[in-house]
């Protein structure tokens, strides 16, 4: 077979100008002599040879111009990843399906993983031998039930396919939060406190998929944080602490694989949520863990049972892999903080972290409330004291300079902080009390408003719940740089504004309407 | 919101020369002014507007060459099916998911769906409103259970999706094999014997997509079968009878799609095969049905049993729509007939009509008795006499004049029928007795020659199960046109021919070895 397979002709490598996304895309023209294009219709899928390099990808067909008849045309990222250059030679086969498909389609049928199978997927997804439609119907596979064996293995699978980070302390401290709550920055205010104490908290975060900011997003205004891991570790050295972009440092790279495909076919499933964190954890050589779980109606939690069911889940992991987790529950029922998108919530953060008058104190306190838990891991510190201690730090101005130390450590990112000069304030229909906020809401409108990519753009809130407000005072302002995402933005907030303004008098009984 | 999207600014149309296969996709530059690029990145589809026409597509993007940034690149087959002309303007917006797809998330979370679910999923499917990844979603999320109202469900609703065929007739005669056996063109043979009975039998086949050859393939040797509805009904006005590919007549036009999806998955569930064959059979207006099950150890269909849960389903959907079904089980350990691709199996199909002394009897017996069974339902023959009127047909060559009718009515296709010029025996490695056929490795090497796209490549079979071999002699010979395809095949035969040659004595008894 070998030698038959050699008799093929080789096609030289072209880079072809299109962004496939994740998956491998290559592009042959149907009138290739050499491959016979019309025999591959009956496949999708190409194994590439070069040297000992083997790479899967999905195969197009041309009828002119992109490609010529001896060629092959390497789509972004197959270019970038075959690393081969433009004109080398390639042998192209039909590609057998990976040999770990058949484990996902036993699933299917109702078997459960092995260990080894799972790795062996996680290795193939890694790896990028799936296709978006092979990983959609793993992911999906597994989606109706996954034993907790299968639930340690994908975590363990998941953290040994990528990077591994040690440290040298005995103590190492991370927080996560499933997010869902507009606003809600604390990472950015609990890292400083935490590592103004001089506890270690390598704190890697992700950017926006869906919503209108992630930490690392936010982060981004005020500093660099595509650092490599070794730019990362020496910062943790010099501060104590980081907040990085973790898609650079290469933690678990097959979840967000997986997360590309969960995201449109909106899968979210309690095991592969928990696989997913505890995976980066595990590999970030995190020894002490804590997990914010907000709950509220628009929240990703909307139940107390949903989120003790979650967090059995993390601690089962948790405990496994010898990593002390303390998982809480918060106030999930609005937006934490005034500002939704980078800049606004760069300006949320600073403003608590120097301690100024008008800072969200919702921030504050949540902040504090979280930086306490992982200060109470500091053997050295007599129990209990661990709030009074962060708000020591916040307080006397120690957070604030250890963050700008961090700032300092990661270097300038050099992306524009000014706001969106389109705004537009949204007002309260009539007087009363603002009885409830959607979060999902604010958060479509922030990012059709453009963020995060547009930093500037977003949502500052003047008004939270419980607050009294008179007819057409702002509740809230749009900002945004691009006039049709304003005209966007703002139909859709006069539309559903997200706010329920209701005229229940202060005792809380109804007064009409 | 209507007037929001509508100050977007409108792109010109271009077609890009980029076979996707079936989905629809859609190529703008990342420097696309109009559209900022950049904000689509975290959305993959994207919808597509022209006056009162919708179509959503997947987005790819590029950086230069392939599109201008005020165009938007439509890849085939979504400029085909987009229809409008190249220049011409269009809005994009990112899509919302078809709502059809919650239904889907919920089957995925353990809920069944309601017969309005899959109406809507199948609606949506089959205007291509499904990513190839929401198909897949759709199938697996389906694969691991599905109710007896589902499968009615479903194939009601792939039924009514297509072209639905009525025939002014109370007898509308249907054969069905759910395939996976080499040879076996029994269609070709109960058509022609059926129609020259009287009995209507409008039969279409499909093509092959994994196996060396589908009836369609194997009738366009001898005649064309991309005809419309009405040159199909023409020719069943005419002769009682057809042998046309199904692909052309859009009957349940979502089943063709499902299948792509499944086929590269390997998913085979029987309720998603038992729904798409009575969709088309539905839809197509047959009466009466009977269906082969091929069973043997490298058949679909390995145990009785399975082919009896199978029965079973089939005769259930069969009495919900009121159409009279009949299923058969049958020999699958072996290939049908001699020939295997095109060329070779319409060789065989002739021979039998013929009456040629050396036509594979395997054939001809098994047409007649199938032939039988249909002719069986006319309500003018006396019971039992099926099989007796049947080889009256075949042997007075009455059988072999209706096909020459059919053929003159479908048209010549102007294909090659010669065979391919490459070609190797494959021969006994010891003296004995065949003892097994593996039918997917004759599959598998009758393609790797070049078949169903060579019509002229495959294998011929010398000997089949229970046939005594001297060392050396002929099993099979391979035939193909391409050198390299030639390689593959012979290569892939001499590792593994297929056959199990034992060295039993003619008493059944081991001999040695």
């Not at 880079?15 to 149907?30: A, K, P, Q």
């Not at 049928?109 to 959609?136: N, P």
């Not at 992700?206 to 660099?224: C, F, H, K, Y």
């Not at 980078?342 to 301690?355: F, G, I, S, T, Y």
Request: net charge negative; aromatic share 4%; charged share 25%.
């Amino acid at each position: 077979m070998d030698a038959a397979k050699s008799s093929r002709p080789q096609l030289k490598i072209r880079r072809v100008n299109l962004d496939t996304g994740r998956e491998n895309v290559v592009v042959i023209s149907s009138r290739s002599k050499a491959l016979r294009a019309e025999v591959f219709r009956g496949f999708s899928r190409v194994e590439l040879r070069a040297g000992s390099k083997v790479m899967l990808a999905t195969l197009l067909l041309t009828d002119d111009g992109l490609v010529g008849g001896d060629e092959i045309g390497l789509a972004e990222p197959a270019f970038r990843r075959f690393a081969e250059p433009a004109g080398g030679l390639v042998t192209v086969s039909p590609a057998a399906r990976p040999a770990s498909l058949d484990a996902v389609r036993a699933k299917i049928q109702g078997h459960s993983f092995k260990a080894s199978e799972i790795s062996a997927i996680i290795d193939d997804v890694t790896h990028y031998r799936y296709s978006d439609m092979e990983i959609a119907a793993f992911l999906v596979g597994s989606a109706s039930f996954m034993t907790s064996g299968e639930l340690l293995a994908l975590a363990h699978a998941m953290a040994q396919a990528g990077t591994q980070l040690q440290w040298d302390r005995p103590v190492v401290v991370d927080k996560h939060c499933i997010g869902g709550i507009p606003g809600n920055r604390t990472s950015m205010i609990v890292v400083p406190i935490v590592a103004a104490h001089g506890l270690t908290i390598p704190k890697t975060s992700s950017r926006a998929i869906t919503s209108p900011a992630g930490t690392a997003d936010t982060m981004e205004v005020l500093a660099r944080v595509d650092l490599s891991v070794d730019e990362m570790k020496q910062v943790v050295t010099t501060c104590h602490g980081c907040l990085v972009w973790g898609g650079h440092v290469n933690l678990s790279p097959a979840d967000d694989i997986l997360i590309a495909v969960e995201r449109p076919l909106s899968l979210d499933t309690r095991e592969q949520m928990v696989a997913s964190i505890m995976s980066k954890k595990i590999a970030a050589g995190s020894t002490h863990l804590l997990i914010d779980l907000p709950v509220g109606p628009s929240s990703k939690l909307t139940t107390a049972l949903d989120a003790m069911r979650l967090r059995k889940l993390f601690e089962f992991v948790g405990d496994h892999f010898g990593i002390a987790v303390e998982v809480i529950m918060t106030d999930g029922r609005q937006p934490i903080g005034n500002g939704i998108g980078p800049v606004l919530e760069a300006q949320d953060v600073m403003a608590v972290l120097r301690n100024e008058p008008d800072a969200p104190q919702d921030l504050r306190e949540k902040s504090l409330r979280l930086a306490a838990h992982l200060l109470d891991y500091d053997p050295e510190l007599r129990g209990g004291t661990g709030y009074a201690r962060a708000r020591e730090l916040l307080d006397s101005g120690a957070a604030l300079k250890q963050m700008h130390k961090i700032i300092d450590a990661q270097g300038p990112s050099g992306c524009r902080t000014d706001l969106g000069t389109f705004t537009a304030d949204i007002k309260a229909p009539r007087d009363g009390i603002v009885e409830a906020i959607d979060c999902l809401c604010i958060n479509r409108l922030a990012r059709s408003a453009g963020a995060p990519i547009d930093k500037g753009a977003g949502i500052k809130l003047f008004k939270k719940i419980g607050d009294r407000v008179t007819q057409g005072e702002p509740l809230y302002r749009i900002y945004a740089f691009d006039e049709s995402q304003y005209d966007l933005a703002v139909g859709a907030a006069t539309a559903d504004s997200g706010y329920v303004v209701g005229s229940r008098d202060a005792d809380g009984g109804e007064a009409g309407l």
